[in-house]
Structure formats: structure tokens, C-alpha cells
């Protein structure tokens, strides 16, 4: 016989996840859902579309922003279909993986700064493709620390 003072073994859920798709967007952690996806996707795009002078270097920052993309896009369903209710752990799961993303992003950014540096002289279509793809690895950096650090927070 369970006591009455227990909290339903059912309910796993972390209370203060928002229901429905506006009360979602609209609230902090979550809200930056969107923007890393949009300027993850901006730098997955400006990198595949400038010309590759150092492989290594490109693929790194093509891998990170890619899979980030991907995985966050992941989390965003995970959030809007409610499979986060079946865990515990989710924010910090989610904090977790909002701040290891950080950090290889933080690397990708980098090397896409030094690409940057490189192509410089050479052509300026190039370098201007990478400056863009610089600036938004920075800002989707940027917006990774913000929602690991306010998921982990709220």
C-alpha cells in the first residue's frame, strides 16, 4: 500500500518544462533552440561553401557543426513530442551536452577564424564567405554557453 505523501512514481518530468510549441520558444533555456539551430546551420553552410585549403581544419569545423546541428535538432523534437517526461536526468543531460558542444564548438570557431586569416590575400569571395562562417560559429558558440549555463540554472 503506497502512503499518500509519496509523489507519483509516473511522473518524471522536470516541472518547469513549458507545454506546447509558443510557451516552449518563449521561455529562456529553451528559447535557444532556434537560433543555434538557424546560425549552426548558417556555418555548416558558409564552411561547405568555401573552398577547401586545409582538410583537416575544414572537416573539423564541418563535423562540429553538423552533428551539433543534428543533435540539437534531436533535443528541440525530444522537447516538442514530450519524450523528455520518461527521464529524470534530462536537464542534465541536456545541460551536459549543451556544454561539451560549447567547448568543440569554442574549437571550431577558432580554426575557422584561422581559415579565415589564411584566405585573406587570395581571393575575396572566399574570404568573405569565411569571415561569415567565423562570425556565426562565434555567435552559435555563444548561444551554446547561454543554454548550458541557463538550463543548468533554471
Known sequence: MA?????????YAPPDVPSGVVALFLTIPFAFFLPELVFGFC???????????QPLLHGWVLYVSLTSF???LMF????LFGFYKRFDSWRVLDS?????TSILYMSAAVLQA???IVSEGKDHS??????AASFFAFLTTL??????????YH
Open 3 to 11: 502512503s499518500r505523501d509519496a509523489p507519483p512514481a509516473t511522473s
Open 43 to 53: 556555418v555548416w553552410t558558409l564552411v561547405a561553401a568555401t573552398h577547401v585549403a
Open 114 to 116: 584561422h581559415a579565415t
Open 76 to 79: 528541440l523534437m525530444s522537447y
Open 70 to 72: 543534428l543533435i540539437s
Open 143 to 152: 548561444l551554446y554557453i547561454l543554454h548550458a549555463f541557463s538550463i543548468y
Open 96 to 100: 551536459l551536452y549543451h556544454g561539451i
Open 126 to 131: 572566399q574570404y568573405y564567405i569565411n569571415v
